[in-house]
């Protein structure tokens, strides 16, 4: 977290809709970085919008960022679970498994050249469609029997 506090860009929180930021607060051993904003009223498309990056833990919030472009790192926090529900991807995407590594992965991914952007977005989108069949009575059929 120490690498936060000198890190120049704005980080924003958004915490699942369950989890009250005030518990989260509480259980911090040190103050938030100033950088920190806590996303609160937003919707998640209005924080996709002011955001570069999206760090995620056990949260399909990944799949959405993925599908609005923005490139996604896992936090892999829940040791000794590894419970990334892109497991199967690694398309404008990357893992952290410890702390000490996540600023230099939002780098790397933020700077992507444009072409290596595109074609990373295509395949994570390439992955998406495969992820997600569509609603056919076909499908719905498989899934209801």
């Not at 915490?15 to 930021?21: E, K, R, S, V």
């Not at 040190?30 to 999206?54: H, Q």
């Amino acid at each position: 977290m120490s690498a936060f506090f000198h890190y120049p860009q704005a980080v924003f929180l958004r915490l699942h809709p369950l989890t009250a930021i005030s518990d989260v607060l509480k259980r911090l051993s040190f103050p938030l970085p100033k950088n920190f904003i806590i996303s609160e009223g937003k919707t998640l498309l209005e924080d996709f919008k002011r955001a570069g990056i999206v760090l995620y833990s056990l949260t399909t919030v990944a799949l959405e960022a993925l599908k609005v472009g923005l490139p996604v790192i896992y936090m892999d926090i829940n040791k000794p679970f590894y419970l990334d529900p892109l497991f199967e991807s690694d398309h404008l995407k990357e893992s952290v498994f410890s702390p000490g590594q996540l600023k230099g992965k939002i780098e790397q991914l933020l700077n992507l050249d444009a072409d290596l952007y595109q074609h990373e977005l295509n395949r994570s989108h390439q992955y998406l469609n495969e992820y997600f069949s569509p609603i056919t009575e076909e499908a719905m059929y498989q899934f209801t029997n």
